[in-house]
Every structure is written in C-alpha cells, then in structure tokens.
C-alpha cells in the first residue's frame, strides 16, 4: 500500500502562482511513477503531469506545458507541482497519483491516489 497526503491547494487570483506537494509513505513510495491530475465537477479527471520514478521521463498535459513543472525529491518522498500563469480554468481539486502500471497519461494506469486538494482561480 501507498498513502498520498497533498497539500498547497487555495485561492489565488489569475496570473498568480501555486505549489503542490504531495508526500508519500508505504511501500517503495520512492521508487515508482507518480502524477498529478485534476478534476471539476463530473466524471472526468484529467491528466496533468507525471514523473517516472528518478525524473528521467517526464510528461504534460498541452494545457498545461510551460506553466506548470513537475519535480520530486525521493529523499523526502514528495512530488511536488509548481504551478505559475494560472488561468481560471485551472480551477479543479488536483489530486496526486502513484505507482502507474502502463501510460502514466491514463487514469487507469495508476494504482493508488490521495484525497485531492482544491485550486481556485479567481478571474
């Protein structure tokens, strides 16, 4: 078992920057794949980001490529998002993913998620 804890979610005004942490715990949380996606009210969750286990291959979704970047420390066990140029429709509950057994761009492809933090951004 992984355990996700994210933190860094809020209220912020368009233009204004963000950072997510999410820190994991359990089994091998230092060495698997871990991502970030989001979601508004409905049934989809969208792929944001994701990171391979030691920062080799990294992915963004096109919405969201030259604003926000991806990093972890394996040390610490954290994946970090720092998000910057906010737009309004970025406004989610962004929620941290971990170990991916396929496409690390697929929902499906990810075994365990944490409780999701909100991001809002005021227009």
């Known amino acids: 078992q992984v355990q996700l804890d994210e933190s860094g979610g809020g209220l912020v005004q368009a233009g204004g920057s963000l950072r997510l942490s999410c820190a994991a715990s359990?089994?091998?949380?230092?060495?698997?794949?871990m991502g970030w996606f989001r979601q508004v009210p409905g049934p989809e969750r969208e792929f944001v980001a994701a990171?391979?286990?030691?920062?080799?291959?990294?992915y963004y979704a096109d919405s969201v490529k030259g604003r926000f970047t991806i990093s972890r420390d394996n040390a610490k066990n954290t994946v970090s998002l720092q998000m910057d140029s906010l737009k309004p429709e970025d406004t989610a509950v962004y929620y941290c993913?971990?170990?991916?057994?396929?496409?690390?761009?697929?929902?499906?492809?990810?075994?365990?998620w944490g409780q999701g933090t909100q991001v809002t951004v005021s227009s």
């Open positions: 993913a971990a170990e991916a057994g396929g496409d690390m761009r697929r929902r499906g492809s990810w075994n365990y």
């Open positions: 990171i391979s286990w030691n920062g080799a291959v990294i």
């Open positions: 359990g089994r091998t949380s230092g060495s698997i794949g």
